[in-house]
T-cell receptor, first 111, second 118 residues
Framework: ELKVEQNPLFLSMQEGKNYTIYCNYS?????LYWYRQDPGKSLESLFV?????AVKQEGRLMASLDTKARLSTLHITAAVHDLSATYFC???????????FGGGTRLMVKP | GAGVSQSPSNKVTEKGKDVELRCDPI?????LYWYRQSLGQGLEFLIY????????KSGLPSDRFSAERTGGSVSTLTIQRTQQEDSAVYLC????????????????FGQGTRLTVV
């Protein structure tokens, strides 16, 4: 059974600082997704990572995938308040037919 | 429509009543997921449909929960004899088939149905 773990679960940081959110998964997969959820809203797709070594960047967020380590990172550069949200990673299972989500990382960026 | 549509957006029901939640996926998406999210919590997988294959029901929390997908499109999640612990936001997502050739398999979410059992 595929398990997906994120850490930290909660992150409070100051504006302007850098930080990394980690997503570990338990079985082989070469396909991983990052989503953002604002309070009271649904999930919005951020990044799609489809191969080992894939790196995607959008503004102050950069996501990468290391399939050998079964690890994805979401790096935040010079955080701003607008990035405050909950971030979820999701991994495709071995059979390639289903998504499993991590528990989410609630990010709070303070002025 | 352009996105995943869920209805109703809010539902308040009395304990013991049955409820039906509807999900209209993006046209052409063969995969459909139902998740449940309690306040401030992560996503709890409920059920997964892929084309004409038998659904994966492994996440349904009890036999009071059931779901169907008619004609490979619209899905209905039914909760019988609702209990207060069923109160949550129910999210539906759809995607193209998770296939290396045909697409990224990115799942798109609806806005959810907020269910409150009183």
């Amino acid at each position: 059974e595929l398990k997906v773990e994120q850490n930290p679960l909660f992150l409070s940081m100051q504006e302007g600082k850098n930080y990394t959110i980690y997503c570990n998964y338990s079985t082989t997969s070469d396909r991983l997704y990052w989503y953002r959820q604002d309070p009271g809203k649904s999930l919005e797709s951020l990044f799609v990572l489809l191969s080992n070594g894939a790196v995607k960047q959008e503004g102050r967020l950069m996501a990468s995938l290391d399939t050998k380590a079964r690890l994805s990172t979401l790096h935040i550069t010079a955080a701003v308040h607008d990035l405050s949200a909950t971030y979820f990673c999701a991994v495709v299972n071995n059979a390639g037919n289903m998504l499993t989500f991590g528990g989410g990382t609630r990010l709070m960026v303070k002025p | 429509g352009a996105g995943v549509s869920q209805s109703p957006s809010n539902k308040v029901t009395e304990k013991g009543k049955d409820v039906e939640l509807r999900c209209d996926p993006i046209s052409g998406h063969t995969a459909l997921y139902w998740y449940r999210q309690s306040l401030g919590q992560g996503l709890e997988f409920l059920i997964y449909f892929q084309g004409n294959s038998a659904p994966d029901k492994s996440g349904l929390p009890s036999d009071r929960f059931s779901a169907e997908r008619t004609g490979g499109s619209v899905s209905t999640l039914t909760i019988q004899r609702t209990q207060q612990e069923d109160s949550a936001v129910y999210l539906c997502a759809s995607s193209l088939r998770l296939d290396r050739v045909k697409g990224t398999g990115e799942a798109f979410f609806g806005q959810g149905t907020r269910l409150t059992v009183v």
